[in-house]
Structure formats: C-alpha cells, structure tokens
C-alpha cells in the first residue's frame, strides 16, 4: 500500500509544539511501562488478520451482531492463549478488539460470572462456574424490566416457592414485568441470572437473583415458558442484541437460587442474608469506570474535532490572504479547548477514583465499610456530572466539525450513540446526583449540629466559622487570584458551600411549611442537583489542581496548568451567576476571567494538536476519516464513500422500479 | 383503550385543547383542512413509515424514492399543487420522510436565477419529472466560505460552451440531495473563467445521467457519500466534473450574462434574489424544526405521565415521574420554547412577507433588518431546539434510547439544521455585525430598525422587582431582558472599539470579540422571543381561557432563560442576589402550576400516531404493550441470523478451535 504523505498543517502544528506528547501520554496510562505494555496489545490486536472486517458503517444491524459475535469467540479463546489475565489489560485488549463498542458477551464476562463469584454457594460455583468459564453457558444479567429501572424495589417478576417439588415459578405478570434491556439477552444467552421478587410461605421477601436457563442447550431454541427476543433497534449499540424476557409459569430447582447470603430452605424457610453494604463497592468500581469512560470518549472526539480543525480551510481572517484554519477562530477554539482541558480533568478523576477504590477495597473485604459513604456518594454525582459533561461535549465536537461531523464518516455520532446511554444506565443521572446530594445535605446537618466532617465535605466545618465571622465573606472576594489554580479552588469551595447551604435551607423551609419529608425533599430537588454539580465541580478542579504538583517534566508540567486553569476558569465564566450571588467574585472580576480565558485559549492553541495526540488513539481505534493522524481526510472520504452500499450499483434499482415508470405516465 | 393515567390528565384542563390547536393553525378552517389533509395521507398504506426503523439505508431511499412518485399520483386525484395551501400539510403528513425535496430547490433556484427563456425551457420537463433536479453547491472542501468554491466553468468561445471541471479532490461537490442516486440534472455552481479571467461563483445546469438509462454522462463520476446520522431517505451525493461541456445557454443569466464573444455583462439587481435566500432560513424554521420539538415534546410529556418509578409518599403507588419537581425542569421549559417559537415564526413570517411587498416596490430598506433576523434567528431557534429534543430524549431515559421510541430520529434530524443554511456560529456573527453597526448608528442619533431602536438608550439602571410575584409581570422580565442585550451589545461594541483604537487591526480585533460578539447576538435574539410572546400573549385577550396558560409558558420561558443565564443578569447588579432568588422561586413555582396542564398542551400539537411514530407517545398512552408488540416485529427477530450456526454453537460445542 502506498504510504501517504503527512497532510503539512498537521506536520508544521506537531512541529511547534512545545512538550514531547509521548512523555503526557505515559502520565495518561501510569507510567512509560504501562504505555508500552498497552502498545503492546494493541499491537497484537490491530496486527491479527482475524479481527480485521469491513467497515461497520456499511454493514447492517444483523451483520454487525453478527461481526461482534465472532471476534468476542475469538476474543476469549485469544486471552486465555496469551494469558492475560490482569484486568485493565483485558479491558485494553476488549476495546481494541470491538474498538470501543459493546459486544455481546459483555454481560456475560462482566455481570453473569462476577454474580457467581460473589453470590453463588460453593456447590452452585461447581455447577455453573466452569461450564459459564468455557462458555458452554452463556448468561446475561436481568435485572431492567419494562416498567422498571431506577427503582428495584418496584420490579414485577416474582419467583414463587412449590415445596411440593422444591422449585420455585418463575412469572412474568404483566407486560411492564418483562424484562427489557439486558445484553446478550436477546440472541446470544442461555441463562439469565434474573432478578424476582421471592415469595414463599405466603410472603414476600424481597428482591432475590436466580439462575434461569433460558435456550435449549444444543439446539439453542427457547425453553417452554420462556419468551425471549431482541428489543429491536436502538440509537446505537447495534451489536448487541439487548433483550426481552417473559416467564409463565417457569420451574426451576430450589438450588438455582443464589444463596450465599439469604437462602430459601428445602420446607419454604426463608434465612435472612447478612449486611449486604457490600454490593456499594461493586458500584463504586463501575461508576468510576465510567468516569473514565467519559473522559475516554470526549478525548476522542476532541482528537477528531482538534485534527479536522487543523487541516480544514475556511474563510477569511485577514483580507487578502490564504483561507485560514478554522483552529485559528477564536469561536472555535472556544468550542474546543475547554472541552479538551475537561477530558484531560475527567482522565485524573477517574484515575484519583480508581486508585482510591484500590485503596480502600483492602479494608472492605476485611468489613472497614467507614470511608465507603462517602466514595459512593462521591461516585455517583461524579458520575453523573462526568457523563452528562462529556455527552453535550462530544455533540460540540461534532457540531464543531460543521456538516462533515454529520457524516459517519466523521466517527463521532458514533461515539456519542455509544456513549450517550452512560447518563441512563448504573444509575440515572438525575437520580444519582441527588444521592450524592443527601449526601451532602446530612454532612451540613451535622456541621449544623456542632459535629465536625471529614473528606471532601470539610469545606463545610468553615460555614459555622462565617457566620460567627460574617465580614469574612466579604474579605475573601478580593482574595481570589484567577491565575492561580490554587485559588481558583477556594472561589469553587465558597461555591460549594454557598449552594449546599442554600439548598439545605430551603429544605428546611419546605419541612417548616409542608407535611411531608418526601414532599419537600422533591420541592428542593432542583435546588439540590445544583448543589451536588457544584460539589462535583469543586472536586474536579481540586483534584486536577493537586495532579499538577506531582508532574516532574517542566514542560508537561506547564501546558496541564494552561489546561487547568482553563478548566477553572471557563467553569466560572459558564457560572459566573453562582459566583456573582455569592459575593466570591465581583464584576470586575468576572470580566477579567473572561478575558483570560480568552487569552489562554491563544496560549493553548500552539499545543492543541500535540495535546490530542498525547491521548495517543490509533486509527483503528479511533474510527474516523476526519481525525486521521495523517490528516489526509479528503482524499479518504472519496475512499470511504465509493464503499457504500448505496454504490454497489451505478444505477440504482429504484430507477427501474419507480423513476422510469413515473416519467412514462406523466 | 385510553391509559388511565393519561385520561385523568385530560379531564382536568384548564382550557379548551380544541381552541388552541385552532390559534396554532393560524384558525379552526385551517385546522379542518389540515387533519383532512393528513387523514387523506396517512390512510394510504404507500405513506406508512411504521417499518422505517428496521429499514437499511438502501431500503429508506427506496421507500423515499416510492412514496415521491405515489405523492405525485395522489396530488392529482385529488387535485392539490405545490403552491396550493394543502402543500405544507402534506409536508407535514410525511414528516419530511420522502426524496424529491432537491428538486424543489432546483425549481426554485431556476425561477430566481434564469431569464424567462430558461424558465420556459427548463420548468415544464421538472414539473412532470422528466427530469429530476438538484442543487450542488457545497464542496468536499467548502460550504461556509462560498466564495472560496473551487469547480471551474471555463468559457470556450469557439465552441459556445462552458468546460467545468474539478480541479482536486476538495473541489468534488459533496451533500447534495437528490443527487448521489436519482438526479439527472443539478445547477452547479463554479468559479467563472473568460478569456482567463475569473469572475465568481455562477450557476450551471449540468446534465449528469442519462434520460434514457439512467447512466452517468461522460466526465461525471457521481454517487452516495454513504451513512449519516438521518436522512437515510435521501441520497446526498458527490460529484466530479472532467472537461463536462455545457451550452452557454446553460448558465443561469438572470442576473449575470456571458454573450458569444465573451462579454461578461450583469443586469438588474440582486437584492429580491438575496432576499429569497435568506428567507429560506426562516421558512426552515416551522417544519424543520420546531414541529420536531413539537412531536419530542408530546413523546416526552405523555410518556412522563404513563411511567410511573418510586415513590413519593411512603405507602403510596409509584408516582408518575411528571411529578418530580426535576424531570419537570427538564420538560415544561421546552415545552414553554415550543410555544415561544411558534409565535416568533408567527411574527417572522409576518416580517418577511411585508419585506417581500416592499422590496417588490422596490424600497429595501428593511433588508438589512430582514437578513440579521434570519441570520440570527435561525441560530438561535435550530440551537434551542436541537438541545431541548436532546433534553426531551434522555428525560424518557432507558426507552428513549430505542428508534421506537421516535427519538433518535427526531433528534438526529433536527441537529442538521444547525450546520445547513448557515453554520449557526457564522450567522450569530452576521447578525452580531448588524448590532454592532445600529449601535453605533443609534448612539450618534441617526435612525435605526425598528427592533433596535432599544440601543438607543442603554443605560444602567435596577430591576425594581420586590417580590417573586412581581416577576410574573411580562413588562418587568421584558426590561431585564431588553436592559441585558443592550449592555451585552454596548459593551462587545466598546471593546471592539477599544482595540482598534490600540492599534489592533480590525479583522483581528473582530475575531478578538467573536466569543462575546455572538453572545451578544443571542441576547439580541432571546430579548426579541420573549418580548414577541409576552405581545402575542396579549392579543389573544378574547380567548381568555387560552390566554391565562399561555401567559404562564410565556412567563416561564422568561424565567427559565434568567435562571440559566444568572450571571448575565447579575453582572452589573441590574438584578440583584436577593432578587435573583425571587426569580428561582417564581420560576420553580410555576413549573408546578404548568405542570397541570402539561398533557392538554401537547395534545394541542395535534400530532396523529402516525405522525409521532413513537411507542412511547402515542394518544392512548398503552407505551409497553405497544412497544413489546413492535419490537416482536424486529427483523433481528423474525428472520434468522448465521451467527448461531456460524459463531455461536462452536463456542457453545467448545469446538471453536476447529474452525
């Protein structure tokens, strides 16, 4: 194949950046061994002929399932071959090899044999466990029914006890009862691990998980009593074959229940499980998986947008001379680099999350359950406020890239349709923030209370401090120093602090005025998300803040402090009111944060192409025409047109079978 | 059977949905011909979209490509035209989901832009179809900057033609409708060159395929560019011209001749020509977008009062998640700018037609007004919009994620509209220009616009709201808004000045102010949506049980833009902190007071089922049994996939190894 040369505005930006990328790239992974180590498979995937395919983009829902279905096969059976075992290297390897999509043994690798580990008996671990490990079983979590998402509680399915056969019935009563969503279900499973609501003795006791078989083992056919078939086409996803599930009347034996904690006895007796707190630290860890998730995603999409803005040309900046670079827009580097600063602030929290939980899951096992609250509250409004940032990001990117975003071949709509379900799914957004919120509002309670608090709530010890001091509000507005990130974390405290605060008082009005507790809470919900996304941004620029002191390569060092302090910044000048109301900021002040932002987004723009490629992305990985790491993206997008299936013929069959007849009668 | 849930809903309204369906058609003869219109349409089984979501690319154009010939068939029997007042129903009846559209701008642009000998040759062969138009401007390389287009006509004396060609790939055009599969013909536009001197952007028919088969001519390479977001039903195309001769008849000489001998020569004026192009920003506005935040709107608010999760109160059945005080925060204020859009098309359309009149009276007085208005407003309503359809997707969380629920393609579609017609940030700049220059005009006294006679007498000044009541007043909220724009606008205009007066250049202190210029613009913008709909508001006086619930959209639309723009309004202390939470506390007040009647005001959309085609919105609000009977419909579930016998029953047999 002919090499082609490096489009020259993407050689002269790499050229004049002022820091080496790959020195970034290795503080990105953890280190310059974990950087080659992550090469290295990747290597081994993009180099393997057997995962090689045709663009997805023309290949249809039912092709592309299919495509999926064969690299996971081989994906498993590849794995064990060159035993990798180590966990973030399973995930690389995964995502190389189904380049960021889900694929169908999703929930089978990440939720069916997880669920057995932790939640089978010994003897059900020797039944299910290396039949589901060889993949003999194949299972799917079903958890979502129609009806049913956020709140489990309210799940319709139930599993009634016959001691007479010592089965339990499974049901699908009614049609929000179905189960609805789960991966691999649809297709691809024979076993679902479902959860029910457990009757037995005449009583029912609550939310409990049980293995059903679902397709005939052999011939892959539905058991009897069982209905079960793919949701039908979604936004994206479209390799996974997401399901639907109804149960009538369905058998299974006493022992398919999973009872390593509460058990149902061979007479219907029903043993109560233990504290089952420990189930938050699974959530922890796939929350902050998807912290890092949103900092993966809007990272690529910036690494498209960023390179496309480099080599397209348009318009005029200066009467009579060459159409500029659309990157040289002041409009579009606004667009761009503070979501850029956000995807490298969104890479360390995930990092910071990650390491914490590492940190801390020694003691849970050991049942030091005392730091987890408030990592899980934390997790959730980070979570919420990572993935709703980064989901409006990654559609600026793509608007920013003008109508060529709006082609596939741009990769971005893809990246959004896959991303974009993270605000709904392990937890509702909105739901999510406003756990981290009663959260934060019991932490000000307690302060309120004379108690002290600890962790990244004890900025609110100090609002007891101002109000027997209340000039000292006044004292700090001039304090703040908008070139300091430093600083800027205080301005974001006060902030904080302000809104907690505020909400926690109306709160208290509405429990002054109304009946019930539940009736207020939902008058100050809003009140009460605005305070959680001010904690969460707080955190962010705290712990983006602290990242910069541990960076040893001065030049490193100094462009993520222009990227910091764009973050900071540009998150006041979004929220200028907050800042304004509170009295941390005065007017003047204001204009001159805008000002710098604006400063900083020309002090930036040398370094902007360099710092996308810091992300390191390969183009397999990154699937898109526009953000080419050579930038020859015209060239590439006649090439990628002339394989769609619209041009498979010069003249298209509708030609023959409705133009001409038409033209004839007219 | 109707949902319980959604029949409570109706039964306690606080006006009649019949008279406000009524004032959205502009009157209840309207409404009549309209439903007619649509019955006629979605009764016949060639218009049904129900499978589209299980359709291919291939299958979507095809359907597309059937469903435009069929219109044609229908519109004869029973006797309707293009121009006739049913055509924008039928629009409207097809959700927009048919091919042809291209052709219209290929008639349209003949119309504007060829002499009355062109429009005799070339408008009978498109009204019969026996050929099919399309419209390639916008190139691989360019789209805003038309001026930069790089396709070349070369005028050959000797032979009385022009030669176009695409001289490198960036040149190839690239997006337009209509062209990548069924076009025979297109206006090309290219750079003109005679005697080897070039003279801008003009148009071309070219012929690209044949009549007889349908084959490319010689020197075209034309085709599909392949998978995008939507308009999966249209083939959007490329082309590439390689010494293509066309007759010097072929170029469209309206307003710009090339005579035999080469003499370039321009006659009349283009002002009414520019008019029509801009004014195609505006008459995108209604059906393009804010029928789409319509429909999402009504899919959204419906199925926020049939899905019930959690609880409330202790003891209680599940609440309906319309009553969480959050998810109305994400809903009622779309639906409020639903309405605010639709009264400011209203004015717009009423603006443009009057500017039409007059320009026809060759007076163009009102041109620079008329194009900041389409400029701006056509950034400001497709920006709304597409992010409050994206709002209305995930408040229907999980389910909204499914193409059954109607979403996604409302969605996708809708974002187009940001990039086509004007990039909206270019256009926020135009309309920023236009500011910039009454302001000035304004400040040293001459005569400006009226929609911008307020610059005039930008002052500072205080909010005098004392309570939270007193911002339910449309006056007081209008002056904040009004007072907002005017200092956004004098102090971007201040800056500007200040920098070229330090000796920056001009176009580098423009692209200084970009940032705060188009903010401004939006201001502007805003400013003019809610004073519009605090005025129409109160023109509908006689139909007082309408008036009252749109005072509170009109109310909360106001509110809500405060409440997301506090700094704004805060920054030179016009509203204070203290009033500021006074508007928090209006604004979360009437969310629950709208809240009320938030179903009867989608139901005044109208929309048929058909029309929503969604599982999630229809009238009856049954969601799940419908959405269960529709996926069961799934090709990925009524025919049989290779994977099992292929993939899976190896990994399954463990004998995959052998494969």
Request: charged letters at 20%.
């Amino acid at each position: 194949m002919m090499m082609m040369m490096m489009n020259a505005d993407l050689r002269r930006e790499r050229a004049a950046a002022t820091f080496q990328p790959e020195l970034l790239t290795h503080i990105l992974d953890g280190g310059a061994e974990r950087t080659r180590r992550r090469k290295e498979i990747e290597a081994l995937v993009i180099n393997d002929p057997d995962f090689q395919h045709k663009d997805l983009n023309f290949l249809s829902r039912s092709q592309r399932y299919e495509q999926a279905i064969r690299k996971s096969s081989l994906m498993v059976m590849k794995l064990r071959e060159y035993g990798i075992t180590d966990p973030e290297e399973i995930y690389w390897f995964k995502s190389f090899v189904h380049r960021g999509r889900p694929e169908p043994l999703d929930l089978h690798l990440g939720m069916f044999l997880p669920t057995l580990l932790t939640q089978a008996t010994p003897e059900q671990q020797d039944r299910f466990f290396m039949p589901a490990w060889n993949l003999e079983i194949i299972g799917t979590y079903a958890q979502t029914e129609m009806g049913h998402g956020t709140h489990l509680r309210g799940l319709e399915t139930t599993a009634t006890y016959d001691p007479a056969t010592q089965e339990f019935i499974l049901n699908s009563p009614t049609v929000t009862s179905i189960k609805w969503w789960p991966g691999g279900l649809g297709k691809t499973s024979n076993h679902a691990i479902v959860l029910a609501q457990l009757y037995t003795q005449g009583q029912c006791k609550g939310l409990h998980a049980f293995i059903v078989p679902i397709r005939q083992l052999g011939t892959h056919e539905p058991l009897p009593g069982i209905t079960v078939g793919d949701i039908g086409p979604k936004f994206g996803y479209d390799e996974m074959d997401n399901g639907y599930l109804k149960m009538d009347n369905f058998r299974i034996p006493r022992e398919n229940m999973l009872m390593k904690y509460a058990q149902v006895e061979p007479d219907g007796t029903y043993v109560k499980p233990l504290s089952d707190k420990l189930t938050y630290g699974t959530m922890v860890f796939i929350r902050s998986l998807i912290v890092g998730d949103s900092a993966r995603s809007l990272s690529r999409a910036c690494t498209i947008a960023i390179r496309y803005s480099a080599v397209r040309h348009q318009s005029e900046l200066k009467p009579g001379e060459p159409e500029p670079q659309i990157l040289d827009y002041q409009t579009q580097q606004y667009k761009l680099f503070p979501l850029l600063a956000t995807a490298y602030a969104f890479h360390f929290v995930g990092a910071y999350i990650k390491d914490t939980y590492h940190r801390i899951s020694g003691d849970i096992n050991e049942g030091d359950l005392s730091e987890l609250p408030e990592l899980h509250a934390l997790t959730a409004g980070l979570k919420a406020f990572t993935s709703w940032t980064a989901n409006a990001g990654i559609e600026e990117c793509r608007m920013a890239c003008g109508g060529h975003g709006y082609s596939r071949c741009s990769g971005i709509p893809d990246i959004y349709v896959t991303f974009t379900p993270s605000c709904t799914y392990e937890g509702e957004n909105t739901v999510m923030m406003l756990q981290t919120a009663r959260f934060l509002v019991k932490s000000y309670t307690q302060v309120s209370s004379g108690q002290r608090v600890t962790g990244m709530v004890s900025y609110l010890n100090d609002l007891s401090r101002q109000r027997i001091q209340p000039q000292h509000v006044a004292a700090r507005t001039v304090t703040v120093r908008i070139n300091d990130p430093v600083s800027l974390v205080d301005a974001y405290k006060s902030r904080a602090a302000r809104l907690v605060e505020a909400a926690a008082k109306n709160l208290q009005a509405e429990l002054n005025h109304r009946k019930s507790k539940e009736d207020a809470w939902n008058r100050t919900s809003v009140d009460l998300v605005r305070a959680s996304e001010a904690h969460c941004h707080y955190v962010i620029v705290k712990l983006f803040t602290a990242k910069l002191s541990e960076i040893s390569n001065a030049a490193v060092r100094a462009v993520l402090t222009e990227l910091c302090l764009l973050y900071a910044l540009y998150g006041i000048s979004k929220n200028t009111g907050d800042f304004l109301q509170a009295g941390i900021l005065t007017d003047a002040q204001v204009t001159q944060v805008n000002q710098h932002v604006k400063e900083l987004l020309a002090i930036i723009r040398p370094n902007a192409v360099a710092l996308v490629d810091s992300f390191d992305f390969h183009d397999v990985h990154l699937g898109s025409v526009l953000g080419r790491y050579d930038g020859n993206v015209y060239e590439n997008m006649f090439e990628w047109a002339k394989k769609s299936p619209l041009n498979k013929t010069e003249v298209h069959e509708s030609f023959h079978k409705h133009l001409k007849p038409m033209q004839a009668k007219l | 059977s109707m949902n319980p849930d959604l029949a409570s809903e109706r039964q306690t309204a606080s006006f009649s949905v019949e008279q406000l369906t009524a004032q959205l058609d502009g009157g209840a003869e309207q409404t009549r011909m309209r439903r007619a219109v649509v019955d006629t349409i979605q009764s016949d089984p060639i218009f049904s979209r129900e499978n589209q979501y299980f359709q291919s690319q291939n299958e979507r154009y095809e359907a597309a490509v059937r469903k435009a010939v069929h219109l044609q068939k229908k519109m004869r029997e029973m006797g309707w035209t293009e121009n006739g007042p049913e055509y924008k129903y039928i629009y409207r009846a097809l959700s927009g989901d048919v091919a042809f559209l291209l052709h219209r701008v290929f008639m349209r642009s003949i119309s504007v832009l060829g002499s009355d000998k062109q429009i005799a040759k070339w408008m009978p062969l498109s009204t019969k179809y026996q050929l099919i138009g399309s419209y390639a401007q916008t190139e691989l390389g360019h789209g805003t900057y038309l001026q930069g287009l790089e396709t070349t006509a070369v005028f050959d004396v000797t032979t009385q033609e022009f030669i176009l060609n695409t001289p490198k790939i960036s040149a190839m055009k690239w997006w337009p409708g209509d062209m990548g599969r069924s076009g025979t013909h297109t206006v090309v536009f290219a750079q003109l060159y005679v005697h080897g001197k070039c003279y801008g952007v003009h148009p071309f028919i070219v012929q690209i395929r044949s009549l007889q088969d349908h084959s490319l001519c010689p020197g075209i390479t034309a085709g599909d560019i392949g998978p995008k977001m939507n308009f999966e039903h249209t083939d959007n195309g490329y082309l590439m011209l390689q010494n293509v001769r066309v007759p010097r008849e072929n170029m469209l000489n309206k307003f710009c001749e090339v005579q035999p001998d080469g003499t370039y020569v321009t006659q009349g004026s283009q002002q009414i020509n520019y008019l029509t192009m801009t004014s195609v920003r505006i008459s995108l506005i209604s059906d393009e977008v804010i029928t789409p935040l319509m429909k999402a709107c009504t899919i959204a608010i419906r199925y926020s009062a049939v899905r019930r999760q959690s609880k409330l109160k202790p003891g209680e059945q599940e609440a309906k998640i319309l009553d969480y005080q959050t998810q109305q925060e994400k809903l009622l204020p779309q639906l409020a700018a639903a309405y605010a859009f639709h009264f400011i098309n209203v004015y717009l359309q009423d603006l443009f037609d009057r500017g039409y009149r007059e320009i026809q009276r060759k007076n163009f007085d009102m041109l620079p007004e008329l194009h900041a208005f389409s400029s701006g407003f056509k950034a400001m309503v497709t920006q709304c919009c597409t992010s409050a359809v994206e709002i209305c997707l995930r408040a229907c969380g999980g389910h909204g994620y499914s193409l059954l629920s109607g979403l996604p393609s409302l969605y996708t579609k809708i974002l187009a509209s940001c990039i086509y017609e004007g990039e909206n940030t270019i256009l926020l700049l135009q309309t920023a220009r236009f500011l910039v220059k009454c302001f000035k005009a304004a400040s040293s006294g001459q005569p400006v616009p009226p929609s911008v006679t307020y610059l005039a007498a930008v002052k500072s000044g205080k909010c005098p709201a004392k309570n939270k009541l007193d911002f339910l007043r449309p006056d007081l909220y209008t002056e904040a808004y009004q007072h907002t724009a005017g200092r956004l606008i004098s102090s971007t205009a201040a800056k500007l000045q200040d920098l070229i007066e330090s000796g920056v250049k001009k176009h580098d202190a423009w692209n200084e102010c970009t940032v705060q210029l188009a903010q401004a613009a939006k201001a502007h913008c805003h400013y003019i949506t809610v004073k519009n709909f605090a005025e129409a508001v109160e023109r509908l006086e006689t139909k007082a049980g309408i008036q009252k619930i749109m005072k509170n959209l009109c109310d909360l639309f106001a509110l809500h833009g405060i409440f997301s723009n506090t700094g704004v309004f805060l920054h030179d202390g016009y509203i204070s902190g203290a009033q500021m939470d006074m508007v928090t506390a209006s604004y979360l007040d009437l969310l629950a007071v709208v809240r009320k009647d938030a179903v009867p005001l989608v139901d005044a959309f109208d929309f048929t089922d058909k029309s929503l085609n969604s599982a999630l919105g229809s009238y009856d609000g049954q969601v799940y049994q419908r959405l269960y009977e529709w996926a069961q419909k799934s090709p990925t579930n009524t025919e049989t996939s290779p994977a099992y016998e292929r993939y899976l029953k190896p990994l399954l047999h463990n004998t995959l190894s052998k494969l």
